[in-house]
């Protein structure tokens, strides 16, 4: 490939977001809120949160606080929007970052319905940042070699199998 159409693509690439946006289904939202027992006294924190409908559901049906963060400034705008709609703008926030860099600490649970490849870049930050006893739930997708403690696998009212996987951060 010639030199200035190989910079071209790179730059292309270079664009794109790390994972596409799709939506997660309403009935595999409350799934993956429910294998994470979520409550009133958690901060959840979807990592590629595209509309905020996991944060947004976790506050409006169990009182959690949430933090959607999303690469698009777009999506992060309509994830607001969507919030204020819901009347649960006061327990959640939406930041325009990058998944792979921000800060996560805060968190009791992570959300996740990214690719395998990065679940598997998050791995070390999920490992360094939360705390023992944060759980972590992801749709479809492992997070490198980590063995979940629960697969959930179902049926979702679309017709698809979804398998849910759930990790809790162990007791050092």
Same mark, same amino acid.
């Given at each position: 490939?010639?030199? &200035?159409?190989? /910079?071209? +693509?790179l730059? #292309? !690439?270079?664009?794109?977001?790390?994972?596409?946006?799709?939506?997660?289904?309403?009935?595999?939202?409350?799934?993956?809120?429910?294998?994470?027992?979520?409550?009133a006294?958690d901060?959840?924190?979807?990592?590629?949160?595209?509309?905020?409908?996991?944060?947004?559901?976790?506050?409006?049906?169990?009182?959690?606080?949430?933090?959607?963060?999303?690469?698009d400034?777009?999506?992060?705008?309509e994830?607001?929007?969507? &919030?204020r709609? /819901?009347? +649960?703008?006061? #327990? !959640?926030?939406?930041?325009?970052?990058?998944?792979?860099?921000?800060?996560?600490?805060?968190?009791?649970?992570?959300?996740?319905?990214?690719?395998?490849?990065?679940?598997a870049?998050?791995?070390?930050?999920?490992?360094?940042?939360?705390?023992?006893?944060?759980?972590?739930?992801?749709?479809?997708?492992?997070?490198?070699?980590?063995?979940?403690?629960?697969?959930?696998?179902?049926?979702?009212?679309?017709?698809?199998?979804?398998?849910?996987?759930?990790?809790?951060?162990?007791?050092?």
């Open positions: 490939m010639p030199p &200035a159409l190989m /910079a071209l +693509v730059g #292309l !690439v270079a664009q794109m977001p790390p994972a596409p946006f799709v939506a997660t289904p309403p009935d595999v939202v409350d799934r993956m809120l429910a294998l994470a027992q979520v409550s006294t901060v959840v924190y979807d990592l590629g949160c595209g509309d905020g409908r996991i944060v947004i559901a976790a506050a409006r049906t169990y009182g959690a606080r949430g933090v959607g963060v999303d690469i400034p777009a999506r992060i705008e994830a607001r929007a969507n &919030a709609r /819901a009347g +649960v703008e006061h #327990l !959640v926030t939406f930041r325009v970052e990058d998944a792979r860099t921000t800060e996560i600490s805060e968190a009791t649970v992570v959300t996740l319905y990214l690719v395998a490849a990065l679940n870049q998050l791995r070390p930050r999920l490992a360094s940042q939360l705390r023992p006893g944060t759980r972590i739930v992801s749709h479809n997708f492992p997070i490198g070699d980590w063995i979940p403690d629960r697969v959930d696998v179902f049926g979702g009212v679309d017709g698809q199998t979804r398998t849910l996987l759930l990790w809790k951060i162990p007791e050092a």
